[in-house]
């Protein structure tokens, strides 16, 4: 699979789009208002895209790093 869901209504997005996995912090609602439209409940951390858009995720973000690194060591064998 090529996509991660973050947890919310049906969001993910491609794993190539992810520039970084921040954790939470309300600093950054604004952003994810801007990109989301909302602030889901329980964010936990917060997925950056190539494009400079902040994704909530409800997963913590050493399991949303796990995944990235899993997936970019099964994309580059």
Same mark, same amino acid.
């Given at each position: 699979?090529?996509? &991660? #869901? &973050?947890? !919310?209504?049906? &969001?993910?997005?491609? !794993?190539?789009?992810?520039?970084?996995? =921040? %954790?939470?912090? /309300?600093?950054?609602? +604004?952003?994810? =208002?801007?990109?989301?439209?909302?602030? /889901?409940?329980?964010? $936990?951390?917060?997925?950056? *895209? *190539?494009?400079? $858009? !902040?994704? /909530?995720?409800? #997963?913590?973000?050493?399991? &949303? +790093?796990?995944? =990235? %690194?899993? #997936? $970019?060591? *099964?994309?580059?064998?």
């Amino acid at each position: 699979m090529n996509d &991660l #869901w &973050l947890g !919310y209504d049906n &969001l993910s997005i491609p !794993y190539a789009e992810i520039a970084a996995v =921040l %954790i939470y912090q /309300p600093a950054y609602d +604004r952003r994810i =208002l801007s990109a989301y439209g909302k602030i /889901p409940a329980n964010i $936990r951390a917060v997925v950056v *895209t *190539t494009e400079g $858009r !902040y994704l /909530p995720s409800s #997963w913590r973000a050493d399991q &949303l +790093r796990q995944r =990235l %690194i899993g #997936w $970019r060591a *099964t994309a580059a064998s």
